[in-house]
C-alpha cells in the first residue's frame, strides 16, 4: 500500500510509520509493502516534519520516511493507493490510467467506523494540537484498513 497527501512530509509518512507498526505487532510484517507519496513535488528528500515526528515518537512510532512524489507508475506496485483528503484523491483519480488503477484508489477515513468527516485535516500551517488530532485519525483509518486487508485476504 501506499498513503498519499501533498508534501509527503506529515499525513501520509503518518500513516506510513502506524502502519508499519501495526503490521509488525499483527506479525504480518512480510506481508506488507507499505510506502508513501505526495501529490507535490515542494518537499521531496525531506524528511518528516519534525511535528510529525514528534508526535508520532511521543507514541513509541519512529517516522523514517523521505518524501518523493507520486508518479503513475506506482499504481503498478501497490494494490492500496490511499489518499488522505479529497483533493489528494482528485489528483491521483488524474493520474490513474483505466479502471485497474481507480479500483486500487482509496480514501483512509472511510475504513474509520463512523467518520464525521473524509478528510484527514493538513495540520502544516496549524499548531500542535493539529498534529496530535491527525495521528488519532490515521490511527483509526489504519486500523480499520488493515482489518478489511485482513478480512479480504484471510491473513
Ligand atoms: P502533508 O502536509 O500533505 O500532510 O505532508 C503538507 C506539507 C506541506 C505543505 C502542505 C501540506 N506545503 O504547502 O508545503
Redesign the pocket.
Known sequence: MCFV?????????TAEGVMRHLVVRASLADSFLIDSA?T?A??VGERA?ARSRAEASRRGVELSSRARQFKAEDYGRFDYVVA?DSSNHRHLERLAGGRAELARLFMLRTFEKNPRDLDVP???YGGERGFAKVYDIVERGCSGLLAHIRAEHRL
Open positions: 497527501c501533498l508534501g509527503n512530509i506529515c499525513r501520509s509518512p505526495g507535490g515542494y518537499h516534519d488522505m493538513d495540520p502544516y
